[in-house]
Every structure is written in structure tokens, then in C-alpha cells.
């Protein structure tokens, strides 16, 4: 069984920050994989000598025999430390439903993708060649193929010590495909906050499922000092996930005060995080606000401006001082009152970006725990 130790640490605990400050002693068989590589390369900005990606982008040389036909997106080559990789995936899942002609086809590689994604063990879900596998699916199939053929890769090119970065988002095939990686007596190290697995569905998990990596882990650790989120919006926070997964406040707790404000979303914030339901919501405001040269989702680590829209699904990892969440839909509302897993674990993700504020229009405030 693969050593794997998860550490659990909530908003604002210093997963990452533990994840640089530990580099320096891996030794040089060692990697990290992220969520997306705009997060490695934020990574390897901070500590120049990890080798990072995500779990594709770093397995590709490995998987490509295994492909049968070449699967969507870049061939630009990109660097991750010592190793150059083709850039051929895109981690978010929306790439394999581009071309699928219409909803039907849409909704079928919807589910064997998650069919996919949810596979632990014995043979495929169903056959990897056949025919209504092929198209949008090119994505993942690869990956299925390297698992499926117990993921063969040369002992020079293991590692030793993998680690993981959020690591609630990993599914199983995904977790199979990181354990490829390691020699004999190899380990894992994976950081993250099941609260936060805000792609659960799209993943394969349903309801209250812990990830993946937390059902798995052979040891757990919790990060329980908090630096970002202070009362009373650590507190409302926490009663917003206590349905799905027991957070209390004081483990993540900041010493400074953070409260929850009214917002009309009528006139732009002059800085701060911006955060809405989806992309829709989003744009929307962008467009109603007549904003320019403004940080826009997905580039919210690298927006040069005060303002920052983002969906909460690509906020992850950011943080300001102001929280702006834009006015959610009647059916998203619906949701968070009928307590949808993933819909509280989204609120709870916007929520926890704050230091200081979040200001919230009343249609959403009114449904808060307050």
C-alpha cells in the first residue's frame, strides 16, 4: 500500500506556504502536482527549484504511448523544473464537452467521464476503444489506457516523494495515475480541504463523499492555525459546511475580526475580489460595470489591478481584503437551500477569500447562517 499522509488545512492555514518552506529538504527524486499549471508556475515562483504540474501535464511522457489517437489542446512544450513536458491537457473539465454535438452527446461523456474519474480498481468501466469513448473524451482516455496497463514507467524516472497540492480535487483515476509515479516504497504528501472540493460531481463523488485522497490516506495531519479569516465570517463558514463536513471555526481562525456587509452590486467596488456563481454572472457584471483593465477570471493570481472578477470555482487559493459576491440566481438559491453539497462547499470557498470583508447582496445574506 502507497505511504500517503493527507493534510488537512483549512482557508487560510498555510498549506502552501508548509509546501515551500518544506521543499527545501525532498531531495531531488521529488514533485508536486497542482490543480492547474497556472498554480505551478505561482509555485515554482516562490521556490524555483520544484519541479510541478498537474498530474497530466507531469505523467504525459508516460501516457502518450498509450494514446490512440492524439487528444485535444496545446502541443506548446512548457518547463516544470528540470523536465520539459508537452502541455497537451487542459485541467479544466469544460475541454472534453467543446465539441460534442448537443446535449445529448454532452450529457453521455459527462457521465463516463465521471464513470472515469470515480474508477479505483479491476477493469475499465467500460471499453476504453470503443467508439462512443472516442471524441470529446480523448482527454481522459489516455490516462485511463496508462492506468488500465498498471502504469509502466522506468525506476531512472520515479519518484520518491510526491506531493500534492489541493489536493480535494484529485478523483481516483487521478490519484491511480500520481501513484504511478512513485518507486517501491515511495510516498505522498497531499494538502488540502475536503470543504473546498467544489468538482465533486464533475469527479465522479456525490453527496457527502470524502475525496478520494482522504478515504485512501494512510496517515492525517491537520493545519489548525489560521492567518486569513477572522470572526464573525469564520463562524458562518464554518455552520455553512457543518452539513457536509465538521469545520469549526477555531481551526482556522484568524485574530482579527473579518465581518459580512450588505452590498447593493449596483456600482463596482474600486478594488478587492469579485466573486460570482458561474462565468454568466461574471460576465455579466463585467459587461453592465463597463469595465477596463480589470483582472478577469481565470487569471486571478496574476491580475496586475486592484479589481478582480472570478467565478468562486477559479478563485481558489486568492485572497483580498474585500470579497464582493455577486447576486446568485433563484436557481442557484434554490440550491443552497435545499443544502446541495457542492453548492455550500461553494459558498463556503467564496466566503473563506476574505481578511477583512465580504459584502453580500441581501437575496444571499438573507440566507446565511448568520
Known amino acids: 500500500m502507497t505511504e500517503l499522509l493527507a493534510v488537512d488545512g483549512a482557508p487560510g492555514t498555510g498549506k502552501t506556504r508548509t509546501i515551500v518552506d518544506s521543499s527545501a529538504t525532498w531531495g531531488e527524486r521529488s514533485a508536486v502536482v ?3 499549471n497556472d498554480a505551478a508556475h505561482v509555485l515554482q515562483q516562490r521556490a524555483p527549484d520544484i519541479e510541478a504540474g498537474t ?9 502518450s504511448p498509450f494514446a490512440k489517437t492524439k487528444p485535444m489542446g496545446s502541443t506548446k512544450n512548457v518547463t516544470y ?8 491537457f487542459d485541467p479544466a473539465l469544460e475541454q472534453y464537452v467543446k465539441d460534442a454535438p448537443g446535449k445529448k452527446a454532452i450529457d453521455r461523456y459527462d457521465e463516463m467521464s465521471k464513470r472515469l474519474h470515480a474508477w479505483r480498481e479491476g477493469a475499465p468501466p467500460f471499453d476504453l476503444d470503443a467508439e462512443q469513448a472516442k471524441g470529446a473524451l480523448k482527454f481522459l482516455l489516455p490516462v485511463a489506457r496508462w492506468v488500465a496497463a498498471g502504469c509502466p514507467i522506468h525506476p531512472d524516472e520515479q519518484v520518491d516523494l510526491l506531493v ?18 512513485l518507486s517501491i516504497g515511495g510516498r505522498i504528501e497531499a494538502y488540502g480541504d475536503p470543504g473546498q472540493a467544489i468538482f465533486g460531481q464533475s469527479k465522479g463523488m456525490t453527496g457527502n463523499q470524502l475525496p478520494p485522497v482522504w478515504v485512501a490516506a494512510t496517515e492525517t495531519r491537520v493545519l489548525s492555525k489560521g492567518w486569513r479569516v477572522g470572526d464573525n465570517v469564520a463562524s458562518v463558514a464554518s455552520r455553512v459546511l457543518s452539513s457536509y463536513y465538521d469545520r469549526p471555526a477555531s481551526m482556522f481562525r484568524a485574530d482579527h475580526a473579518t465581518t459580512i456587509l450588505g452590498w447593493d452590486a449596483v456600482v463596482p467596488p474600486r478594488r478587492g475580489l469579485v466573486l460570482g456563481y458561474s462565468r454568466y454572472t461574471v460576465g455579466k457584471a463585467f459587461k453592465s460595470w463597463n469595465l477596463s483593465n480589470t483582472g478577469i477570471v481565470p487569471k486571478v493570481a496574476d491580475a496586475d489591478t486592484e479589481l478582480v472578477l472570478s467565478t468562486g470555482h477559479a478563485a481558489k487559493g486568492a485572497e483580498a481584503d474585500d470579497v464582493y459576491l455577486l447576486p446568485w440566481s433563484k436557481i442557484a438559491l434554490e440550491r443552497l437551500a435545499t443544502r446541495d453539497a457542492e453548492t455550500l462547499r461553494l459558498l463556503y470557498v467564496m466566503l473563506t477569500r476574505a481578511r477583512k470583508r465580504v459584502h453580500i447582496p441581501i437575496t444571499l445574506k438573507a440566507r446565511l447562517p448568520l
Open 34 to 36: 497542482t490543480y492547474t
Open 55 to 63: 498530474i497530466y501535464s507531469l505523467t504525459w511522457n508516460y501516457v
Open 81 to 88: 523544473g528540470k523536465r520539459r513536458v508537452n502541455h497537451i
Open 164 to 181: 500534492i497540492d489541493e489536493a480535494q480535487d484529485m478523483s481516483w483515476l487521478e490519484l491511480r495515475a500520481a501513484q504511478g509515479l
